[in-house]
């Protein structure tokens, strides 16, 4: 019997190590030079030996683009020794989005991102390249499974996930083209953090993980129940309900009464039809706030009491909580869920931008001229 023998060449090499401080500078476009000149300022290392270093470098970073702009592939795959710790720190420092950024490219479409300097490049690409991929996750998805579109985004990309949750928000926003930048409007003044913790709470309560930026047609359906059972006198007697829960203590004015019937028609007709005028939801709650504050007389914090209030009215109950309620038609449970998630929506941005007007009415009280 022949016996064969095979033979090869093996070697081990130490990874290769990354000098983390110069990826970042690489990703926010600074060229080899700028760095180099950095690097020398007040220092008394050879010129040409420093260049050298950052030269190669970036070569590699040039060469992993390939590989990061593919994360999943990354992590499994790589033709330069890395340790997987350093390759999910690449992966996560090359998809950092700054929160000026993202703030900027909120609510814009997807085809009209552009890149205003060197520095965003990356940023814009990435939010570009993710979209792509969280619009096959919208149309993949099935099931009620929560977070299921964060969750894809951070298996497909391998980001944490409080990133996964920055991108899926932007690209939310992108999807809907959600008006925030009106003139004079408050909410320009709204911060990165405000916008992404109230559009979070959209994706995982009105899209329900379902279709990741598509509001669920039974929720919307819900939106159009509630608004055909709160008509006539049945809608004077939840107004009714309504201002004794805001002001239980004493009777409020003929003019406050007509400004929470008209506010809660037009929260009604706002959720029938959701899903075609989601776009402007932040310049409805802006006008509620608005309203609330110049109608509501003796009531504080009038748009969030106004929520919070229509939050507390139980519309499934099956006994009506006070006489005014008697003509509460009962709706189902899961309805009243959904009801509830779209008042929780409109009163976290009420809330925010409340907070903020507070904000800036501070800064200007503190920065006035004293003479004045």
Known sequence: MAIGAITCQASIIDPHEVDMKLFDRFVTGETVDEVTKQLLRGQNEVDHLVREHVNDSYRVFNYLLHYLQRPYLFIRSCPVPLQQDIRHKLITRY????????????????????????????????????????????????????????????????????????????????????????????????????????????????????????????????????????????????????????????????????????????ILSFGASLSTKLPSLFVICEQLLEDTQNGMQGIPSGSSALLQSMLLVDLHSEKASSPSTKKFKTIPSAASTHWKAYLQVLLSVSQHLAGTERQFRSSVATHADPMM
């Open 95 to 266: 998809f950092y989005l700054d929160p000026a950024v993202a703030r900027e490219l909120y609510g814009k479409k997807i085809k009209e991102l552009r890149v205003r300097n060197v520095r965003e490049r990356y940023q814009v690409e990435n939010v570009k390249l993710v979209y792509k991929q969280f619009m096959k996750e919208r149309d993949s998805n099935e099931g009620d499974v929560e977070e299921q579109l964060i969750a894809g985004l951070m298996t497909h990309f391998e980001l944490p996930r409080d990133l996964a949750t920055s991108y899926a928000v932007v690209c939310f926003s992108c999807k809907w083209a959600l008006t925030i930048n009106k003139p004079r409007s408050k909410t320009v003044q709204l911060s990165w953090s405000d916008l992404s913790k109230v559009t979070e709470e959209m994706l995982l309560s009105w899209c329900g993980g379902l279709s990741g930026c598509n509001i669920m047609p039974d929720f919307t359906t819900t939106l159009k129940l509630v608004k055909s059972v709160l008509k006539d006198t049945t809608l004077d007697g939840y107004c009714n309900e309504i201002i004794g829960r805001m002001s239980p203590a004493s009777a409020v004015s003929q003019k406050t009464s007509k400004v929470v019937k008209t506010s809660i028609q037009h």
